[in-house]
C-alpha cells in the first residue's frame, strides 16, 4: 500500500475496509535489469515486499506546489534480476493449479514501454530458458492434465487484441477460425458464465505444442499488425486465454468445473507528453491512455466497497476484464518498472497503480456446473431408484397394492366418482392410501367447485347484468344508470324476476343435478329480491327474457329425452358422465346391448387367444429343451463309436428314439396350434372392429343426442358451447383419435403383456400393436366422457368478463 509523503496530499478514495492477504488481487513488481539503476532515488527495501522512491521537488512547477516527494510502496513482492522460472514458480504455478480446479485466473502485466511486460507474460522467443509466464503455465497445465486421468479435461485457446478500441481476432488467420459467421465483426456479451467476446475464434487444442502453436501464430499476427500499423510495439492490449472443462471420468456426475486463464499483456503506460508522438501516433497514444485510466478507474471503483456501480462498460479492455479482474478470480498483477533516472515518475505512477490494485478484493471459488441433462437423467434414476425401495417397503410391510406412479384416467375417474358420493352424502369417507390420491381428491373438489360456480354464474346471467365487482367505474355506472347494485357489487338489474320465479315454482327442478350450489340460493335471492320489492327492471336484453320465456313454456322433463327444440333444455346441462348413463339406458339401449355383448364375445375370443399364445411358448420351450437332449445323446452316441445296421442306418438309443418321437409330436402341434393361433388373430381383429365400430356409433348417437338436448346455438347457427369445448372440438364429432393422447402407464402395460405372450411369436405382434391401438382408443374415449368446462349463455345475452377467474370460466363478448 502506499502511503503520503510529509507534504503530499492522497488523492483517492480508500476502501472502508482493507481486505486480508488471502482475499485480494496479488501484486507484485518487477525491476527491469539495467546498468544505471537509480539507486539514488529508488530504494529496494530488503524485507523485499517494499520500494521507496524519492523524487526531487521540480523547479518548474514553482516555488509552492504540492508534489509528493516521497514514496514507499509496500507491495506482495518484488523481483529483482530474478529469473523467468523464479517469477513463474513464485506468483503463476498455483494459480495454474487452481484453473484445473475450476477456478478463474487473470495474470496481467502493467508499465511502461520497454519496462518488461511482454518479456515477463510472452518471455523471449530466441531462448528456451527465458520464455515467460505464458508459456510455462501452457506447459504445466498439460503436465497436470496428464497427472489427472480420471479426469476428462478440455482446452480451448483464444488470442485477443484490443487496438485504438477495436478488438482483432489474433488466431482468425487459421483456418478453423469461426468468426466468418458475424462477418468478422466482434463484440463483448456476458451470459450466465461470464463475460465473452462475440465472433472471437476458440480453439480446441490436445496438447501443449498445439497450445503454443496458438500462441506463436497469434504473436506472428501481432507483430505483423505492428508493422502495418505502428511503428512501435506494444500499442495495443492483448488477451490470450485458456479455457478449461475438467469433467470426472470416474463419476457419473452431471457436475463439472470450468475455469478461464488469461494472461493480459497491457500496452505501454506512459503519460502522452512523454511519448512526444503526432497524428497516428497520438492518437493511439490517446486510445490507451483513455483506456488505462478507465481500468484504472473500474480499480479504484473496485477497491471501494461502497461503490456499487463499476464502471466496466466505459472501454472495450475493461468490459472483456469484467469478470477477470478480483471478483471470484485469481488475480495477479506484475507491475513493471524500468529503474532508471528518466524513468522515475513513470516508476512512481506504475506502482501507485499496483498498490491501488491490492485494494480490489479477491475471494476465488470454483466455478461449478451442473449439467441439466445429466443430472435430470440422474435423478430420473434415483426416482426409480426410490420407487424400487418404496415397493420393497410395501410388500414387507403387506402394503403392495400402493402404487407411486402418476394417476391414470381411470384412477381419477374411480377418485372423482368417489367425491361426487361423498357431496351427495352416499359415501362416508374417501379412500385415500397415497399423496397423489390426496392431490387427485383436491382436484376433483376444484372441478366440481368451479363447474357449479360456473352453473350459479351462468343462472344469475340469464337474469341478471353481470359486472365486474373489483371494477368501481362499472358499478358508479350501473347505480347512476338507477339499476340495483349488490353489497359486493355482482348484480345490476333484475329483469322481471317476481314473473321468473313464479315459473320457475311452477316447473320445479329443472335439473337433475348440479343445483346444489353452494352459492345459488345466495347469488339469486339476495340480491334481486332487496330490489324487488321497490321496483321491477326490464333486462337491457330482450332476447333473455325471450328465452327464459320459451324455457318455462316447455315442460320441465330435462333429461327425460332428447328435445330437438334447443329452447327447451334445463337450465344446466347434466355433466357428461351423466348424460351418457341416461343415453344408455333410454335412448342407445339397442345400440348399448350390441356393444356389452360384442365386447364380451371379444373378451373372449382375446382369452382364447391369449391362452393359445402360452400354450406356444410353452410348446416352443419343450421343444427347444428336447433338441437340446437330442443334441447332447447325439454327442455321447458319437463319443462311444456311432454303430449301422445292415441297411447302413445308425443304430440310436431307445431314449433317443423317443426324444425325436417328441419331437415330431411337439413340432406337429406348434405348427396346427400356430395356425389356430393365425385364424383366431383374424378372428380377434374382427370382433374387435365390430365392438369399435358399435363403440363410435354409440358416442356419435350420444353426441348428437346432447348437443340437440343441452347446447346452445348462436344466432347464425354454430354451437357456441359443447362439453367438448375444452378440447376445442365441435359437439357430436369424436376428435380424431390421437394414441399419444392417453396415458403411457397403458402403454407399458400392453407392451409387457405384448413382450410376455410373444417371445417366440412375432407374427403375433402386429395384432397386439392394433389391440394396444384399440385399448389406448378406449382409454382416450373414457377420458372424453369426463365431465369438461363449459358454460351456456342464451343468444344475444351480453357476457360481462369477471376477473380473477380461470380463463375457461367466460368468453368475452358484447
Ligand atoms: N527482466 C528482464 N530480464 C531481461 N531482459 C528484459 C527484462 N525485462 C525486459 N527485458 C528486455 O527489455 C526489452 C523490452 O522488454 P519488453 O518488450 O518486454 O517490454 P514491454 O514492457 O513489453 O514493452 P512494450 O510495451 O513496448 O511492449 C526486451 O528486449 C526484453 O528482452
Known amino acids: ?203 480446441l487444442t490436445q496438447n501443449e505444442e498445439e497450445a503454443l502453436n496458438y500462441l506463436f501464430e497469434g504473436e506472428t499476427n501481432r507483430a505483423i499488425a505492428a508493422h502495418s500499423l505502428n511503428a512501435q510495439s506494444s500499442r495495443s492490449h492483448c488477451i490470450f486465454t485458456l479455457y478449461i472443462e475438467t469433467r470426472s471420468r470416474v463419476q457419473s456426475n452431471a457436475r463439472y468445473t470450468v475455469s478461464k486463464l488469461n494472461f493480459v499483456d497491457l500496452a505501454g503506460s506512459e503519460r502522452l507528453s512523454k511519448t512526444k508522438s503526432d497524428g497516428k501516433t497520438q492518437q493511439e497514444a490517446m486510445y490507451i491512455n483513455k483506456s488505462l485510466t478507465f481500468l484504472e478507474q473500474v480499480i479504484v471503483a473496485l477497491a471501494d466497497r461502497r461503490r456499487e456501480h463499476i464502471p466496466f462498460r466505459q472501454s472495450k479492455l475493461t468490459h472483456c476484464l469484467k469478470d477477470s479482474i478480483g471478483g471470484n478470480c485469481n488475480t495477479l498483477l506484475i507491475a513493471n518498472i524500468w529503474g532508471e533516472k528518466q524513468q522515475l515518475e513513470e516508476s512512481v505512477s506504475t506502482l501507485r497503480f499496483a498498490t491501488r490494485m491490492m485494494c480490489v478484493a479477491s475471494e476465488p471459488s470454483m466455478n461449478e456446473i451442473i449439467d441439466p441433462v445429466v443430472q435430470c437423467k440422474r435423478l430420473e434414476k434415483e426416482i426409480q431408484h426410490l420407487k424400487h425401495e418404496l415397493a420393497m417397503h410395501d410388500t414387507l410391510t403387506n402394503r403392495s397394492h400402493i402404487t407411486y406412479d402418476t394417476l391414470s384416467e381411470q384412477q381419477r375417474y374411480e377418485i372423482r366418482q368417489q367425491v361426487r358420493r361423498y357431496l351427495e352424502g352416499h359415501l362416508d369417507e374417501i379412500d385415500i392410501i397415497n399423496l397423489r390420491q390426496v392431490q387427485g381428491v383436491f382436484d376433483s373438489f376444484k372441478d366440481i367447485y368451479v363447474q357449479m360456480e360456473k352453473d350459479v354464474e351462468e343462472r344469475l346471467s340469464q337474469k341478471f347484468t353481470l359486472i365486474d365487482r373489483t371494477d368501481p367505474a362499472a358499478i358508479a355506472a350501473a347505480q347512476q344508470s338507477g339499476l340495483p347494485v349488490t353489497d359486493d357489487g355482482l348484480l345490476v338489474g333484475e329483469t322481471d324476476g317476481r314473473k321468473e320465479k313464479e315459473k320457475e315454482t311452477k316447473k320445479g327442478k329443472l335439473s337433475r343435478q348440479d343445483t346444489k350450489s353452494p352459492t345459488g340460493g345466495k347469488s339469486v335471492s339476495s340480491p334481486s329480491h332487496s330490489a324487488k320489492g321497490e321496483r321491477e327492471v326490464k333486462s337491457p336484453h330482450p332476447s333473455v327474457d325471450r328465452t327464459r320465456e320459451e324455457d318455462a313454456a316447455t315442460p ?237 349463455r342464451s343468444p344475444g345475452t351480453p357476457t360481462i368478463s369477471i376477473r380473477n377467474r380461470p380463463p375457461n370460466m367466460l368468453q368475452i363478448s358484447q
Open 556 to 792: 320441465a322433463s330435462s333429461l327425460g329425452g332428447p328435445k330437438t327444440d334447443r329452447t327447451a333444455r334445463a337450465s344446466t346441462p347434466p355433466s357428461r358422465t351423466t348424460a351418457f348413463d341416461i343415453f344408455k339406458s333410454e335412448k342407445g339401449t339397442e345400440l348399448n346391448r350390441i356393444l356389452v355383448e360384442n365386447k364380451d364375445i371379444l373378451a373372449s375370443n382375446k382369452k382364447t387367444y391369449t391362452d393359445l399364445a402360452r400354450g406356444i411358448n410353452h410348446n416352443k420351450i419343450e421343444i427347444d429343451q428336447c433338441r437340446m437332449k437330442l443334441e447332447k445323446l447325439k454327442e455321447e452316441r458319437e463319443s462311444n463309436g456311432t454303430q449301422y445296421n445292415e441297411e447302413g442306418d445308425i443304430i440310436i438309443s431307445e431314449e433317443e428314439f423317443m426324444e425325436v418321437k417328441r419331437l415330431k409330436e411337439l413340432k406337429s402341434k406348434y405348427k396346427t396350434d400356430y395356425d389356430n393361433l393365425k385364424n383366431l388373430k383374424a378372428k380377434v381383429q374382427y370382433c374387435q372392429r365390430l365392438v369399435d365400430n358399435c363403440r363410435q356409433k354409440l358416442i356419435q348417437e350420444f353426441d348428437k343426442w346432447y348437443s340437440e338436448s343441452f347446447l346452445s346455438q348462436t344466432e347464425d347457427g354454430t354451437t357456441t358451447t359443447s362439453m367438448a369445448a375444452g378440447h376445442g372440438i365441435r359437439p357430436g364429432v369424436l376428435p380424431p383419435f390421437n394414441p399419444n393422447t392417453v396415458p403411457e402407464d397403458e402403454q407399458e402395460k400392453f407392451d409387457r403383456l405384448q413382450m410376455e405372450l410373444l417371445m417366440n411369436n412375432p407374427d403375433s405382434a402386429a395384432f397386439f400393436n392394433a389391440q394396444h391401438r384399440t385399448q389406448r382408443r378406449k382409454t382416450y374415449e373414457a377420458a372424453m366422457m369426463q365431465p369438461q368446462p363449459s358454460y351456456r
Open 1 to 203: 500500500m502506499y502511503s503520503r509523503g510529509t507534504s503530499g496530499l492522497s488523492t483517492y478514495s480508500r476502501p472502508e475496509k482493507k481486505p486480508s492477504k488471502n482475499q485480494r488481487v496479488k501484486v507484485w513488481c518487477r525491476v527491469r535489469p539495467t546498468a544505471n539503476f537509480d539507486t539514488e532515488h529508488i530504494e529496494l527495501v530488503p524485507d523485499g515486499k517494499s520500494v521507496n522512491v524519492h523524487q526531487k521537488k521540480e523547479s518548474a512547477k514553482g516555488v509552492v506546489n504540492n508534489q509528493i516527494l516521497d514514496w514507499s510502496f509496500r507491495l506482495d513482492g518484488i523481483f529483482h534480476n530474478a529469473s523467468q522460472d523464479h517469477v513463474f514458480d513464485t506468483v503463476a504455478a498455483d494459480i495454474v493449479t487452481s484453473a484445473l480446479d475450476g477456478y478463474n485466473g487473470t495474470m496481467m502485466c502493467y508499465g511502461q514501454t520497454g519496462a518488461g511486460k511482454t518479456f515477463t507474460i510472452t518471455g523471449a522467443t530466441e531462448s528456451y530458458k527465458q520464455r515467460g509466464i505464458l508459456p510455462r503455465s501452457i506447459s504445466q497445465l498439460f503436465r497436470e492434465i496428464e497427472e489427472r486421468p480420471e479426469y476428462s479435461i478440455t482446452v480451448r485457446v483464444s488470442y485477443l487484441e484490443i487496438y485504438n478500441e477495436s478488438m482483432v481476432d489474433l488466431l482468425a488467420t487459421l483456418p478453423e477460425a469461426i468468426n466468418q459467421e458475424n462477418g468478422g465483426s466482434m463484440s463483448v456479451a456476458e451470459n450466465q458464465y461470464g463475460v465473452y467476446v462475440k465472433g472471437l475464434s476458440c480453439h
